[in-house]
């Protein structure tokens, strides 16, 4: 009787006589990229140091693609989108000390927003580890204690022959939902030293699945099949997991409206009869939610944007599916079910059951019907502030924009205002910094993307001051030629955080800011630039995503949000 556990791959006679002579002048290096390939990689993204030559080096005898930005929090920016555009791990390469820490705030997005990114960094040699201060350049005392708060996983190499395991290790913990930056560390002795050990080849490292359980599955089928006001939220993970159709589906057969996170836009159609859109910030958005009997939450942890700033206080019974343990019930009590957001919507598709007369029987108001009121709700609220301006803009971006090109926004005004108005129209197309909230994210990400897909442009959107942390990252978009169309909105300095202080303090305080001429900047990189207005806006930002290569469009416009209803 053979079992599976019995069952080894044998080598052919070329593989057996390939290992047998490798080619010689092999390094540690070698054994990291061969790896890499091996995983299915096929760009890397990084900035070379003096611990890392190694794997830099062995580079140029790989078929990988390197793309190299300036900044290593940049480069790290750039792996998050092009993670969340393939959904493959993106593996991102570092050097020791300086060069690494450069890249925790770009891991930490990556982290809240369940981006796979493998970062690999380098260490001091060998002989310097342990804690001890022996002196070598970039010397940390614990350098993986810096990455274990922020990351999915830590694997640390010691031996050469230990890359090509750890690597995979790492490759399927990014890649197991929820997904997420992992930290693989690799001295600089290891990485250098020349290795006899044979070519890497295919590797296994197959994700596992988060399947939902069948007993809680069977509950909140019930629960929804009995609903009378069921309502649902979309969140990431349902996006992340390819699961609009399915949650499209089990929508239109309950009958239920959907409102969509902000790291979940696209995952339901905006014009849809059911759709509440993205209007989370919203109070009129938030007592809907609340009224709703039974609640079914669908890949989000209901944090502190999602729930109007934790005002939300749900009176139904709520049902989390969550990908990441760690947020079942987190924030509300209910039935928690920890699952990757396709598999468990499939189970449910198959299990809900409505009755002849329909989901909702013969009385009270259609579904659409409420969408509907809410919706006009919202606009008249919005209609009384008088934000003509921002509302033009948003519109002309939309209007400019192809239907299947990814846009990345950085933390500023005009992002804030797409996260709850704007319509993506296709799942993983909108992406912004909203799950750390850190500045600089915006142009080095769709940077990641157009490395991902240079078949369609792609938009970038930031402040002036979210604009000078990715300055240099122009030379990136000009040495790569990547179809990066980049909008900066300049007022002038921080102004969402000007608008935060005046409203508190009655004034600002360090916020305003000098800036460069951001049209002679860009010519100066070899970028085209182009100043425009509220008015030709949409015309500018047409011309520039159909010319090839990456270009600049710089907006003059003092920008406000919406009045807040959670104070």
Do not use: C
Request: no cysteine; charged share 15%; glycine share 10%.
């Amino acid at each position: 009787m053979t079992h599976d556990h019995d069952l080894v791959l044998r080598p052919t006679p070329a593989q057996t006589a390939a290992a047998l002579s490798p080619p010689p002048g092999r390094n540690g290096g070698d054994l990291v990229v061969e790896t890499l390939s091996g995983l299915g990689a096929t760009t890397v993204f990084g900035l070379p140091g003096q611990h890392a030559l190694g794997m830099f080096d062995a580079l140029r005898r790989s078929s990988l693609t390197y793309v190299g930005l300036r900044i290593e929090n940049n480069a790290g920016f750039a792996a998050d989108a092009y993670g969340r555009i393939t959904g493959e791990a993106a593996p991102l390469l570092l050097s020791t000390g300086p060069g690494a820490l450069m890249s925790l705030a770009a891991l930490q997005e990556a982290a809240a927003a369940s981006a796979p990114v493998l970062a690999i960094g380098s260490q001091v040699p060998t002989a310097g580890l342990g804690g001890g201060r022996h002196g070598y350049l970039h010397e940390l005392r614990d350098q993986q204690a810096s990455f274990r708060d922020i990351v999915k996983s830590v694997h640390i190499v010691r031996t050469a022959s230990q890359i090509p395991s750890a690597l995979a290790a790492a490759w399927e913990s990014a890649l197991t939902a929820p997904h997420g930056p992992v930290w693989v560390e690799i001295p600089q002795d290891v990485l250098l030293a020349e290795t006899t050990l044979p070519v890497v080849t295919a590797m296994d490292a197959t994700p596992e699945e988060v399947v939902p359980r069948p007993e809680l599955t069977a509950v909140a089928a019930d629960l929804l099949s009995s609903a009378v006001r069921p309502v649902i939220i979309a969140g990431g993970g349902v996006v992340r997991s390819d699961a609009s159709g399915k949650l499209l589906a089990l929508a239109e057969k309950l009958d239920a409206p959907v409102v969509t996170t902000f790291g979940g836009k696209g995952a339901f159609p905006w014009e849809h009869p059911l759709s509440l859109q993205s209007w989370l910030e919203d109070r009129h958005i938030t007592d809907f939610l609340e009224s709703a009997d039974v609640l079914l939450v669908v890949g989000s942890g209901l944090g502190e944007l999602s729930s109007n700033y934790h005002t939300f206080a749900p009176r139904g019974r709520v049902i989390q599916i969550e990908a990441d343990l760690g947020k079942l019930e987190s924030n509300h009590a209910g039935l928690g079910i920890h699952a990757d957001a396709r598999l468990a919507l499939s189970a449910l598709l198959e299990t809900v059951e409505v009755g002849a007369e329909g989901p909702r029987g013969s009385t009270g108001p259609s579904a659409a019907d409420a969408v509907r009121d809410v919706l006009a709700a919202v606009r008249t609220r919005i209609a009384a502030q008088e934000l003509t301006l921002e509302q033009q803009i948003l519109e002309s971006v939309r209007a400019a924009l192809p239907d299947d090109s990814p846009s990345f926004w950085d933390m500023t005004i005009l992002a804030y205002w797409a996260w709850s108005a704007f319509d993506a129209r296709r799942p993983n197309t909108m992406h912004s910094a909203q799950g750390a909230g850190g500045l600089g994210y915006g142009f080095p990400a769709a940077l990641g993307a157009a490395a991902a897909d240079r078949t369609r442009p792609v938009l970038a959107v930031s402040g002036d001051g979210g604009a000078m942390y990715s300055i240099a990252e122009l030379a990136t978009a000009r040495q790569y030629d990547l179809p990066v169309t980049w909008l900066i909105v300049d007022d002038g300095g921080y102004g969402i955080l000007r608008e935060y202080m005046t409203d508190t303090f009655g004034e600002a305080t360090a916020t305003e800011l000098s800036r460069p001429d951001f049209v002679a900047l860009a010519e100066s990189f070899g970028v085209p630039a182009v100043r425009t207005s509220a008015e030709t806006l949409s015309e500018d930002l047409a011309k520039a995503f159909a010319a090839p290569g990456p270009s600049v469009v710089v907006l003059p416009a003092l920008l406000r949000m919406f009045a807040p209803t959670h104070m």
